[in-house]
């Protein structure tokens, strides 16, 4: 164990021992705080325990998602507040608490006075430390006001997307993005880089998830919210944007709601222009002689995006709603690729030189039909949720491709065009049951089904010629079935929470040449478990652990990926098998009224898991390959803080320290590695009078290596500013991305027959203008999720 390794575990140590000890019996108040005119919940009210001796506030709480709130205190007499923004409070004076009391529903109402007029002090903050999860509030983040989902999640702690649209946690890919709670093929092959931003309520961030969610994801769980608003008549919002490089967007929110009935619509637009460059510096010594390839590609990549989304709530009556909606994308990516390659001998002199050009066309349509039924019982905290979703979608990949050897000159022109139609109808089937059996006891249980079919049909003509390697079509079938249970109590100051997940997973891959025919069907057992000891007031201890697996996805199985440059292709592995991991985490939460601190140490082992290898064929072509390599053990230290430090004030820092052990062998040859490295980042939002802010984070990623590659360290710096007007019905944003210019990933490949290096620079500085105009709705006002009803 070394120092930093020590003293993570001595500093862990002091924060459990300085409160650990006798306590006094506490009693326990819990309620349910709702709007008193729409009656949905308010998440992040304020409830407040006041001594009457003397006045000062004793504990405090938020309320959840669903409006509820549970606080431990010592028998006493208490005032008893719950106070939200724009809301009369609600307050119970000079009680005697000598027993648990239960205020049932608590109604706020609206305060008109305060709607005209809101304090700073009432805001939800970005980002929210719960134990179990992080919740990021895009509500409240300027810097990805008229941007995409992908401009969100790096903004998230602990989350970082590269210029592929990969998405990673704690520096892990192996991390599942869901919509709504559920998975999307939105979340894949870089979709998420076309959802508005504006669409988007809140992104919740689940390291170890319990039995409720998919075991599908080592690294954990990313859930994207959307929004869907719940004011009664007609309301809603317009957004545009425009930046440079060329971008554009625009988006238009509408809700109209009555007591039967919740109807809303989103329609968006998004244009922008992207140029990216390439260097590649390529070594190889083979028999003795030695070959330099010096290669640049400049890319200009147009993406043109449009969505509308609609649907409605139908209330039957007090206990059931019904809720339907459609979803409906069109992505048009419109890329051009110029390639340079410069062939040198041992003596650094000119061998060779061509020149190649990529013109690429990819249209993508996504649809999305669901319904959702929630029913409500007469047993308080009883409900039954079902949904079925239906997702057909395709993309038509095209790549119309010219090469010539100019050096020496006399060759002529050749022509490589490809095309890949990808389809794939996807149904989504789930019903959850949730109970409870005295005042903590709850338990909770439900089936799922997720039935996938992709088609993937391409074909290359080289010269007008057919190449039948280069033609075939895939089918990919994945069918994922799934029960679940889990409970949980409370004992005295200890919760638990206990689960048992079982699911079935049925993969097959054929094509139409018969060259491929893979089955594998597999049942697993997945257990959570998660502790929480609560040292005192507001501060809390948990301990959690779960199982988890990660199968590969269709993109890692296909065998073609496209020809965009045959000296580096990226080549699927049908034969890949699931990672495992079992993963534990611990993890401690104080608050010191204005400043929270959430450190975290966690470690999962990984069994066979997923490893990107780099080979090089007899023409000194590079292929890029996923296997599986024997195990990865993997390590870390993670911090979360935030800091009010004035009411206009407030500031947050993550860090993140991990370690990693990898070791395996692939077709003869022995992977194997260790590494340390680190990342973090800083934010800070001011509010100043006259309803002016201003927003910046900077963030930071050491260097990195694996078994193969080595990445330099990189660094990002965002800022943006805003401003109200017209008492508060139109909002202005200014924000610059990328602020230095910064965003360059620099790798190096060491081999004993070749070296590497690259450089690759996806987006250069984006400076936008946003904004939004809002009518019938107030800028403070609450969202009604899909997931609530």
């Given amino acids: 164990m070394n120092r930093i390794e020590k003293l993570t575990l001595i500093l862990l140590l002091l924060f459990g021992l300085q409160s650990w000890g006798q306590q006094p019996a506490a009693l326990n108040i819990k309620g349910k705080v709702l709007d008193g005119k729409t009656k949905l919940p308010l998440a992040s009210a304020g ?39 724009s809301y009369k409070p609600y307050v119970l004076e000079h009680q005697q608490l000598d027993k648990d ?122 859930n994207i919210v959307l929004k869907k608003n719940s004011s009664s008549g007609l309301n809603g919002s317009i957004q545009a944007g425009m930046g440079t490089p060329t971008y554009y967007s625009g988006n238009i929110n509408l809700s109209y709601k009555t007591k039967k009935v919740n109807l809303f619509t989103n329609v968006s637009h998004f244009y922008r222009n992207i140029y990216a460059y390439e260097k ?52 048009k990516n419109n890329d051009s690729t110029n390639y340079q390659y410069r062939y040198y001998n041992g003596k650094n002199v000119l061998d060779s030189a061509i020149s190649r050009f990529e013109d690429y066309h990819e249209p993508q349509n996504y649809n999305e039909l669901e319904l959702n039924y929630v029913k409500t019982f007469d047993h308080k905290d009883q409900k039954w949720t079902t949904s079925l979703r239906y997702d057909f979608w395709n993309d038509d990949e095209n790549q119309n491709i010219t090469q010539q050897k100019y050096f020496p000159s006399g060759n002529p022109l050749s022509h490589l065009n490809s095309r890949d139609i990808e389809s794939s109808d996807d149904i989504y089937i789930q019903s959850d049951f949730v109970t409870t059996f005295s005042k903590s006891a709850r338990f ?63 993969i097959g891959i054929t094509d139409r040449r018969a060259t491929l025919l893979k089955n594998k069907n597999y049942i697993n057992l997945f257990p959570t478990l998660h ?43 049908p034969d890949l098998n699931p990672t495992y991991s079992n993963s534990f985490e611990l993890a401690f939460l104080k608050k010191w009224g204005r400043f929270n601190l959430n450190p975290s140490v966690y470690y999962s082992h990984n069994k066979d898991y997923f490893q990107n290898v780099l080979g090089q064929t007899p023409e000194g072509f590079f292929v890029t390959t996923p296997v599986n390599l024997d195990y990865e053990d993997r390590y870390g230290l993670e911090i979360s803080s935030t800091y009010n430090a004035f009411k206009w004030w407030r500031l947050s820092w993550d860090f993140n320290y991990y370690g990693f052990k990898q070791n395996g062998e692939f077709e003869g040859k022995e992977y194997g590695t260790s590494n340390k490295t680190w990342f973090t980042r800083i934010s800070s939002r001011m509010n100043f009078p006259k309803s002016l802010a201003i927003e910046y984070a900077f963030n930071y990623r050491g260097k990195n290596a694996d078994v193969q590659s080595t990445t330099a360290a990189q660094y990002r710096a965002n800022i943006a500013i805003s401003k109200d007007l017209f008492n508060d019905k139109l909002s202005v944003v200014l924000g610059i991305t990328n602020l230095f210019d910064s965003q360059v990933v620099k790798q190096q490949f060491i081999t004993p027959d070749y070296q590497f290096e690259s450089e690759y620079k996806f987006v250069g500085r984006l400076t936008k203008l946003t904004l939004t105009y809002r009518f019938n709705r107030d800028k403070t006002q609450k969202d009604r999720l899909p997931a609530e009803n």
Avoid: C, W
């Fill in 47 to 85: 409830v407040s325990i006041i001594s009457i001796a003397d006045n000062t506030t004793l504990k405090t709480t938020l309320t959840d998602s669903l409006g509820i709130f549970s606080v431990s205190i010592a028998p006493g007499k208490y005032q008893i507040k719950i106070a939200f923004i």
């Fill in 101 to 222: 009391i239960d205020l049932g529903l608590v109604f706020l109402q609206e305060d008109a006075k305060l709607l005209k007029s809101v304090n700073i002090v009432g805001e939800k903050s970005t980002v929210e430390l719960n134990l179990d999860k992080k919740v990021f509030n895009v509500g409240k983040d300027l810097m990805s006001k008229g941007g995409t989902a992908n401009d969100i999640l790096n903004n998230v702690p602990s989350v970082n997307v590269d210029a592929n649209g990969t998405v990673s946690l704690r520096g892990n890919g192996s991390v599942r993005v869901l919509i709504n709670g559920k998975p999307s093929m939105l979340t894949a092959n870089n979709g998420l880089g076309q959802v508005p931003a504006n669409t988007i309520e809140k992104v919740e961030v689940i390291t170890n998830p319990s039995a409720r969610y998919e075991a599908q994801g080592g690294a954990g769980i990313i």
């Fill in 444 to 506: 909770e249980t439900g089936i799922r089904a997720d039935l996938r079919a992709i088609r993937s049909n391409y074909s290359t003509h080289s010269n007008g010629v057919l190449l039948d390697n280069y033609t075939n079509k895939l089918y990919y079938d994945e069918n994922i079935y799934a029960a679940y249970a889990q409970y949980a109590n409370k004992f005295k100051r200890l919760s638990y929470l206990l689960g048992l997940r079982a699911e079935l997973s049925d």
């Fill in 280 to 331: 590649n510096l390529q070594t190889t010594v083979k028999n003795g002689l030695t070959t330099i390839l010096n290669q640049k590609n400049d890319q200009g990549r147009n993406d043109n995006a449009y969505s509308y989304y609609f649907g409605g709530d139908y209330y039957i009556n007090e206990k059931n709603t019904l809720t339907g909606s459609f979803y409906h994308d069109l992505q």
């Fill in 531 to 573: 502790l929480t000891y609560n040292l005192k007031e507001n501060t809390d201890l948990q301990i959690s652990y779960s199982r988890r697996i990660n199968r590969p996805s269709f993109y890692q199985l296909n065998t073609f990926s496209g020809l965009s440059d045959t000296r580096n292709l990226v080549v699927g592995n």
